[in-house]
């Protein structure tokens, strides 16, 4: 897992009722900083649900480990906790924008998943408005092996190139465990400070997946060394090589008005 970063070097070790304009498909040369965030401790972007609207309130997705309240427990889920995190909004090139404050945590959790969203107090209007810069679409399809992605990194106004590899049935860290994780080929060898970071489809310019971790030193399944276990319980480890929780279920827990909700059909992310 890379760990949330404490300073700026430390520790290498989001008119009416009208809905949003869909981004045009990207391709490698499209995919900018434009809709990343930077954290005090890590990375994130402004999204949006394929059914949300501009006068909604934007959504920061990052990781549950970036929470600023600390790391949620194994098997601990966060719903609608108050909050008044800010989040540095840059630019197509990584330029600082300006500022965008949350007002709730809408979820958090390391259970089954990696994430974190925050409902700001702003409209994604009024963000286009201010700055110019419009959310990334979260994707309802699973990712595909194979297929080009780009890690975009806020915090480190950097970008991973790299593809999905193939897909881990359950990447257990320390007393976290992950389901269906996204293994990345080794072109993605993500440093602290990336975490939360959106995993962007080149094809499709959508957001697939969130950015987590990495096999550091080679160790099985400890703190900054994830394992994968397998449907008949083999573990293997790959050192060197990092991972993304997938995002496309996510979608389906959100009723209109960017309103969590659970108890959706389709909705599988662990409730409290």
């Known amino acids: 897992m890379k760990k949330p970063l404490t300073g700026a070097l430390c520790a290498l070790t989001l008119a009416g009722a009208t809905a949003l304009a869909t981004a045009a498909p990207a391709s490698a040369a499209t995919v900018t900083f434009a809709g990343t965030v ?17 006068t909604d309130p934007g959504l920061i997705l990052t990781n549950g480990h970036c929470l600023e309240t600390g790391m949620p427990a194994a098997g601990q889920v966060i719903t609608n906790q108050s909050s008044t995190r800010s989040f540095t909004l840059l630019s197509s090139t990584g330029g600082s924008l300006g500022t965008v404050r949350a007002n709730r945590v809408l979820y958090s959790t390391m259970t089954d998943t990696d994430v974190t969203l925050y409902r700001l107090s702003t409209s994604y209007a009024t963000i286009k408005s201010r700055y110019g810069i419009s959310p990334l679409t979260m994707s309802t399809t699973h990712p595909v092996a194979g297929s080009a992605i780009k890690v975009v990194s806020g915090y480190w106004k950097k970008t991973y190139s790299c ?11 320390s007393s976290w465990t992950f389901k269906d994780s996204v293994r990345y080929t080794s072109g993605c060898d993500i440093i602290g400070g990336t975490s939360g970071s959106p995993v962007v489809d080149v094809n499709s310019g959508q957001v697939v997946a969130v950015n987590n971790t990495i096999n550091e030193s080679g160790e099985s399944c400890t703190l900054d060394n994830p ?3 397998d449907q008949n319980g083999t573990v ?3 050192q060197g090589i990092g991972y993304a929780q997938e995002t496309y279920t996510i979608p389906n827990c959100f009723a209109p008005g960017n309103v969590l909700d659970l108890t959706r059909t389709g909705c599988v992310l662990p409730r409290p």
């Open 38 to 54: 930077a954290l005090s401790n890590c990375s994130g972007s402004l999204v949006r649900m394929p059914t949300s609207v501009d």
């Open 227 to 229: 394992c994968e276990v």
């Open 163 to 173: 593809n999905v590899d193939g897909f881990a049935y359950r990447l257990k860290e």
């Open 236 to 238: 293997t480890v790959h």
